[in-house]
């Protein structure tokens, strides 16, 4: 999250703003066109923060916002545009682009600074939300397979006892019955809590998260 993409053609002000989002403690990725931006943003593990100026030579700052817009993204991505130009047509046209921000030139820290922390709230709660998202999938995909589930295990269940009932405690497959039947029973005890979670919490997973089934409620 503290990672920030700059694309500026001119080296004074490129070098100018890699300093000082240096100095606040952002990984700087720097980048001289739109082409050399392009690359940058499709590497394994780029940024999501992305200043792009928008007079650049090959793909200008507008052109790379349309073109990552019109892909497939499974980030979220926020976009804002350095420009010195201030008519509202323009504004218009980058935000039609998909630009989310502008930063007018000559620009001061204070303002940089603070679009830049707008930018990063804004993506931490489009990532939780995304993250939300998944994990209601992930929860009603598995409701649907314990449902699924749910009807052969109570027949696995009732007969287990029925034959529990014709066996004499003390034979031999009185006990593997009765260990069956519990693991039965406890299986279809979660399939219920599945199918009945309402509000539910997550916990970390490897480099993941997942469902707290014992945390979560209906």
Known sequence: MKKILIAEDDITSRTLLQSVLSKWGYEVTAASDGHEAWAALHETDAPCLVILDWEMPGINGVELCRRLREEQQERALYLILLTSRGESG??????????????????????LKARVGVGLRIL???????????????????????????????????????????????????????????????????????????QYKAKPYLKSRIIDIDQSSG
């Open 90 to 111: 323009d504004m218009v046209l980058g935000l039609e682009a998909g630009a989310d921000d502008f930063i007018a030139k000559p620009y001061n820290n204070a303002e």
């Open 124 to 198: 931490m709660l489009q990532n939780k939300m995304r993250e939300r998202e998944k994990l209601q999938g992930v929860l009603e995909m598995a409701g649907a397979v314990c449902h699924e589930l749910n009807q052969p295990l109570q027949v696995v269940s009732g007969f287990s006892e029925m034959l529990l009932e014709e066996i004499d405690p003390g034979e031999k497959n009185y006990e593997n019955l009765s260990t069956i039947k519990e693991g039965v029973d406890r299986i279809s005890a979660l399939t219920r809590k599945i199918m009945g979670i309402t």
